[in-house]
């Protein structure tokens, strides 16, 4: 069965500061699609990037990268030089995508508190 | 443009009584899904549609149930509130399967749904 942990419950930084959340998945199927959503305070998930697994390429936009290495079945998530607005919960998901389904898993989340 | 929208946002119940939640979107999207969000415990995926008149059990089913008879609507139906089901509901559509390149969920601003 698939599944997504975030061990990292809740981190708090100092603005400008970097800061990595990590994201460990697991699955059975060799073809499988991972992602990150962002809920600022305001309360609504806004999709952040998506990855299928025959991909390992790092990605980087603007201040946000993404590490995925199948190896550590790890998909995790850094933010440079952070900041306030950033602050959010962070959900890490996964779907095995078989034919025709789509069973899109979230992780717990990770609270991220960016200190001005 | 609307996206997805929920109706009720909040909604205080008696044990037992009985409501519906909708989601309606009008993004003409395939695949359409309702999640729970408690403290602690992340996004659960509790039941989900592949198409109109499809539906299919997630992780957290009992005590739900969910009509897709129009494509743009989506129904999460509770039968007999208990207090366990006290959560923050999200629902979300989505256009492509993640296996067709596509995953990325759009989601609504989220129903507060208490149990007395």
């Known amino acids: 069965a698939q599944k997504v942990t975030q061990a990292q419950t809740e981190i708090s930084v100092v603005e400008k500061e970097d800061v990595t959340l990590d994201c460990v998945y697991e699955?059975?199927?060799?073809?499988?699609?991972l992602f990150w959503y962002k809920q600022p305070p305001s309360g609504e998930l806004v999709f952040l990037i998506r990855r299928n697994s025959f991909d390992e390429q790092n990605e980087i936009s603007g201040r946000y990268s993404w590490n995925f290495q199948k190896s550590t079945s790890s998909f995790n998530f850094t933010i440079t030089a952070s900041q306030v607005v950033d602050s959010a919960v962070y959900f890490c998901a996964l779907s095995e995508a078989p034919v025709r389904d789509d069973k899109i898993i979230f992780g717990k989340g990770t609270r991220l508190h960016i200190l001005p | 443009n609307a996206g997805v929208t929920q109706t009720p946002k909040f909604r205080v119940l008696k044990t037992g009584q009985s409501m519906t939640l909708l989601c309606a979107q009008d993004m003409n999207h395939e695949y359409m899904y309702w999640y729970r969000q408690d403290p602690g415990m992340g996004l659960r995926l509790i039941h989900y549609s592949v198409g109109e008149g499809t539906t299919a059990k997630g992780e957290v089913p009992d005590g739900y149930n969910v009509s897709r008879l129009k494509k743009q609507n989506f129904l999460l139906g509770l039968e007999s509130a208990a207090p366990s089901q006290t959560s923050v509901y999200f629902c979300a559509s989505s256009f492509r399967l993640a296996g067709d390149g596509g995953g990325e969920l759009f989601f609504g601003e989220g129903s507060r749904l208490t149990v007395l």
């Open positions: 699955t059975r199927d060799t073809t499988y699609y």
